[in-house]
Nanobody, 125 residues
Framework: QVQLTESGGRLVQAGGSLRLSCAAS????????VAWFRRTPEKEREFVAS????????FYANSVRDRFKVSRDNAKNMVYLQMNNLKPEETAIYYC??????????????????WGQGTQVTVSS
């Protein structure tokens, strides 16, 4: 099993940057692909970005491409989401999630077995 803990969320002005962190427990963290999702009152668990088990491939939602970057350090059991040029509509609770399923990381939250508790990101206009 994997336990995930997000951190780094806070209030930031529009156009600002944040780096979210996802700390994982478990010795086999490198066996899991990891994704970031976000939740708002309007959207339930919207896909943001994902990264393969070895970190060689990353995937992004069209709305964040070229502004967000997902990375991981398996030696430290960490995954990061660097978010630049943030927009007010990106105010949400951000979650990291892990999956041991084979194939490319899915954009479907139902494909992920382990979730963190989330971290609040608030972007002011």
């Amino acid at each position: 099993q994997v336990q995930l803990t997000e951190s780094g969320g806070r209030l930031v002005q529009a156009g600002g940057s944040l780096r979210l962190s996802c700390a994982a427990s478990g010795r086999t963290f490198g066996d899991y692909s990891v994704a970031w999702f976000r939740r708002t009152p309007e959207k339930e668990r919207e896909f943001v970005a994902s990264i393969t088990e070895n970190g060689r491939m990353t995937f992004y939602a069209n709305s964040v491409r070229d502004r967000f970057k997902v990375s991981r350090d398996n030696a430290k059991n960490m995954v990061y989401l660097q978010m630049n040029n943030l927009k007010p509509e990106e105010t949400a609770i951000y979650y990291c999630a892990a999956s041991a399923r084979p194939g490319s990381p899915s954009v479907d939250p139902r494909e992920y077995d382990y979730w963190g508790q989330g971290t609040q990101v608030t972007v002011s206009s």
